[in-house]
Each structure stands twice: as C-alpha cells, then as structure tokens.
C-alpha cells in the first residue's frame, strides 16, 4: 500500500506558467483534499472532494482548479502561477466526510519565481 | 467558518519532562478532534483524535482531553523524548477540518 502519492515532489516555476499537481490514493477513501502550508499559517484548505464527481471550494481557492479524475486521482491546478503561490502542497484523503483521519502524501514544494 | 487557537507557537522541554499543548475552536458544532505531528521535511501523520462525545483519550505516552463547553482541547504528551520533536497541529471538523498553527516542540536530551 502506497497510501497517497503526490508528483512531483519539487517545482520551479516562472511566474505566468501553468502546472498541474498529481495526487493519488490507494485505500479506497471516497473524500480527496488539497492544503497548502506556509510558515506560521498552519495547513489551509485549497480545494476538497467530498466523495467522486464533486468538488468544493475551501478556504483559499483563488488562483486554483482541481479535477477529481476518478476515485482515485485528484488533480491541482496552476492556471496562471504567481509568486504568492510558492508554498508547499499537501494532498490528503479519508474514508469519508466527518470523523475521520486524514492521510497525507509527501507534499510538492513549488517555488514561483 | 471554524477558528483554531493554538498554543504555545515553540515550546522546548528536556527529555522525561511532560509537554501540554492547547487548542480553543470557535464552532461549538465541531465534533471531531485529530492531532497531527510533522517532522522536519515530512509529511503531517495523525497521533491520536478524539470525538465530542468523550472527554479524555489516552495513548501510551499521548493522551487528549476535550472541554465541550469551554470549547477548548489539549495534547499531553508525557515522559518526552527526543524523536518526539517535531511540529503538532490541531485541527476541529465541522463542514471541513480546520487546523491550527502548529506548535514547534523541542526535547532535549
């Protein structure tokens, strides 16, 4: 069991380049969640997939989409990178909505230059 | 939405010493109470949660208690030890989970 993979697991980019995060889990859990995390902002919730076919914003979508692929896979989006947006990205999974725990992938570190 | 305190920011012990981190949440509908611990350059793995329903959690040297009504939690973690260092979140579920800041533990030895 890998548990949740994310690709890659470093990034540069230019500011104005598009890119695409990869996050995909193996446990069979039905709710996907992207965070970001900067230093002293704790874990803030970008975008989460509730179960497949639904996405919802969360506390900091601008500047972001997601694609919830299947089951599985759950995609991150860059349209447009700006330097505000280096950060390290964390993608997680649960069994469900509520009272579960969450398992993490490695997190990408994207760096917007 | 949810609002998490989290408290100390950095807090260094040394080894054997007890450490006790505390959180207050602002939704009083939050149900659901999961500490993470980060080690440096890793991934954030859950340590122990606890639900509303019950006040006090225990886990080998980690034990959570939860105050409903002052709307407040905390982490205990007892005869510390180095690999214990690391940075511990909180967080609170209501619609989604929110964490808190994190909190910067140090033992040493």
């Known amino acids: 069991n890998a548990g949740v993979t994310q690709t890659p697991k470093f990034q540069v980019l230019k500011t104005g380049q598009s890119m695409t995060l990869q996050c995909a889990q193996d446990m069979n859990h039905n709710s996907m969640y992207w965070y970001r995390q900067d230093p002293g902002m704790g874990l803030r919730l970008i975008y989460y997939s509730a179960s497949e076919g639904t996405t919802d914003k969360g506390e900091v979508p601008n500047g972001y989409n997601v694609s919830r692929l299947n089951k599985r896979e759950f995609s991150l989006r860059l349209e447009s990178a700006a330097p505000s947006q280096t950060s390290v990205y964390f993608c997680a999974s649960s069994e469900a909505q509520g009272d579960y725990g969450y398992t993490f992938g490695s997190g990408t570190r994207l760096t917007v230059v | 939405g949810e609002n998490v305190e989290q408290h100390p920011s950095t807090l260094s012990v040394q080894e054997g010493d007890s450490a006790v981190i505390k959180c207050t949440y602002s939704d009083s509908a939050s149900n659901y109470f999961p500490w993470y611990k980060q080690e440096l350059g890793k991934r954030p793995q859950l340590i122990i949660d606890?639900?509303?329903?019950?006040g006090e959690k225990k886990d080998q040297r980690i034990a959570v208690t939860l105050n409903k009504t002052a709307k407040h939690f905390s982490l205990h973690i007892t005869e510390t030890q180095p690999e214990d260092s690391a940075v511990y979140f909180c967080?609170?579920?209501?619609?989604?989970?929110?964490f808190g800041k994190g909190t910067m533990l140090l033992v040493s030895p």
């Open positions: 606890i639900r509303s329903n019950v």
């Open positions: 967080a609170a579920w209501t619609e989604d989970l929110t």
